[in-house]
């Protein structure tokens, strides 16, 4: 069983910056993958970006790559999530999620936070 709790998320303006961050309760390099999913009011959840234990392979959803950066720390059990140029569309409520799985990582997150809110407004 691994609890996953998420912060740093608040309100920004547009292109401003943020940085998320996910704890386990347990050590990290037990879990393959590491990522963030989205959910905006009246949008389906999405998902965002993964990271791998190991190599530290990651994978971004388009419409952040090359704006949004992960990196992890597994002395803290920590994943974080570093968010810029941000954009009013990236307003969501932002869950941490693992995973044993890193190459079907959607279909196979298994333990998930409580979610982080980020709002993006000028």
């Known amino acids: 069983q691994v609890q996953l709790v998420e912060s740093g998320g608040r309100s920004v303006q547009p292109v401003g910056s943020l940085k998320l961050s996910c704890t386990a309760s347990a050590t990290i390099v037990t879990v393959s993958a590491i990522g963030w999913f989205r959910h905006a009011q009246r949008k389906e959840r999405e998902f965002v970006a993964q990271?791998?234990?190991?190599?530290?392979?990651?994978y971004y959803v388009e419409s952040v790559t090359v704006r949004f950066t992960l990196s992890r720390d597994n002395a803290k059990n920590t994943v974080y999530l570093q968010m810029n140029s941000l954009k009013p569309d990236d307003t969501a409520v932002y869950y941490c999620?693992?995973?044993?799985?890193?190459?079907?990582?959607?279909?196979?997150?298994?333990?998930w936070g409580q979610g982080t809110q980020v709002t993006v407004s000028s």
């Open positions: 990271i791998s234990n190991g190599r530290y392979r990651t």
């Open positions: 999620a693992a995973s044993s799985d890193y190459s079907d990582f959607v279909a196979s997150a298994r333990y």
